[in-house]
């Protein structure tokens, strides 16, 4: 019954205003010349957003008020989930999403953080917040998912031969009915071979870049036969901007053809942590990319390593449903 | 350049990505199991490449059998620098 789908009713995205060329990010960071230049020319990142003087809660809440104010009744906002990669990125004491909550106005919401995936935990936190409101049964509830963290440190800011990371953030409405967007299917794996993420051993870096494209694909095929569907029938594939180099990689896999996957991001903000599926999504909506019965493939990556995908449907045209637009302020 | 002037090339190519020189610039000697680069050290070879003799890659149509050896390495350089002029 469309009634029990996991549902997206809403979606924000923002980015910090100041922007950085990747090859003056590379060199701060220490890295050789052909080092920065083999992020630019292979792995196809140009700029990324980044501002060191604001703070992380005022990065979050910039999508998050948004959202949050297009909702009637606040109340209806049962759970804040916030959805990050670094583990740790308040100091201790400080839970960042019981604070997130309260900056918004939802004293009442049950927030808490979702970690332990990497940078595919944004989609399971969309999978959790469906399951939540499903357990509940309140057709009118709702839940919202906050992603966004703070390229703070050196250890936070490179992937080895990567990736380098990009500041931005999102906030995304969930319910289980109602929505423009209905999530269709969604398909997770970990393979702790590589659980020590930024940390793995020099093989476990090469073995885990060799069957990155083969295990990518196997957990989107996964999810496009959850939705009863194929890679045929997809209107786009929305993947995280990790970079050019390993995505044209996994559409080798896949077999098909480069157009299909938005990469046009990639360039403009790098890789953001869980962020980019959600900002890719509201730059193809302000672009009016977003079909009435559009169906989209979400896919992001984590190190540790988990590879995630997430099947949604366009019931309505965003652009058409003012419940269902999508704002960037970027 | 020709032949060996290319192999020198890439001889002060691989010094530079390795930090240590390169003695064997033998044709047969292989990139991977003789000179332990790997998939990302390559193309940062590659990199180094461009800046040094004026080599263009296409990031796109990358294939790694032009990397398995300093001889399939030079044939890349050189195809790749006839086409340029």
């Keep these: ?330 | 350049m020709n032949r060996p002037e290319t192999v020198e090339a890439i001889g002060k190519c691989l010094a530079e990505v390795l930090k240590h020189e390169v003695t064997d610039l033998g044709e047969d000697v292989r990139l991977f199991d003789d000179l332990h680069l790997d998939s990302t050290s390559v193309l940062e070879l590659l990199m180094v490449l461009e800046d040094n003799v004026g080599l263009e890659i296409d990031p796109e149509n990358l294939d790694m059998d032009d990397f398995r050896t300093i001889g399939s390495l030079a044939d890349y350089v050189d195809r790749n620098l006839a086409l340029r002029d």
């Design chain 1, 1 to 330: 019954m469309l009634a029990q789908l996991t549902t997206l009713h809403d979606l924000a995205a923002y980015a910090p205003q100041e922007s950085a060329d990747v090859l003056d990010v590379a060199a701060d960071l220490g890295l050789s010349r052909s080092q920065g230049r083999l992020f630019h020319r292979v792995h196809g990142l140009d700029r990324l957003r980044q501002d060191p003087d604001q703070h992380l809660f005022d990065l979050l809440c910039a999508p998050a008020r948004t959202v949050v104010e297009r909702v009637a009744d606040h109340e209806d906002i049962r759970y804040l989930i916030y959805a990050h990669t670094i583990q740790q990125v308040t100091p201790a004491g400080l839970d960042p999403a019981t604070r997130i909550a309260e900056l918004l106005g939802l004293p009442d919401a049950e927030a808490f953080s979702l970690t332990q995936q990497g940078c595919a935990g944004g989609l399971a936190a969309v999978d959790a917040a469906g399951e939540l409101l499903r357990a509940d049964g309140d057709p009118a509830a709702k839940a919202l998912v906050v992603t966004g963290e703070k390229a703070f440190s050196k250890l936070a800011r490179l992937i080895d031969n990567t990736a380098i990371m990009g500041e931005a953030s999102a906030a995304c409405l969930v319910g289980i009915g109602g929505g423009p967007a209905v999530v269709r299917g969604y398909a997770v794996r970990t393979d702790g071979r590589f659980s020590h993420g930024i940390r793995m051993t020099p093989q476990a870096v090469r073995d885990f870049g060799e069957s990155y494209p083969a295990d990518l694909a196997a957990v989107i095929q996964e999810a496009l036969a959850e939705a009863a569907t194929d890679l045929s029938e997809l209107t786009a594939v929305i993947p995280h901007n990790v970079n050019r180099s390993s995505w044209l990689r996994v559409i080798k896999e896949l077999g098909v053809d480069k157009q299909l996957v938005y990469l046009d991001n990639i360039p403009r903000y790098s890789h953001c942590f869980c962020v980019d599926p959600f900002l890719n999504l509201v730059t193809l909506r302000e672009q009016g990319r977003l079909a009435a019965g559009g169906r989209y493939l979400l896919t992001a990556v984590g190190l540790g390593a988990t590879y995630a995908a997430m099947v949604i449907d366009m019931v309505v045209e965003p652009a058409t449903n003012e419940e269902a637009s999508c704002q960037a302020r970027q």
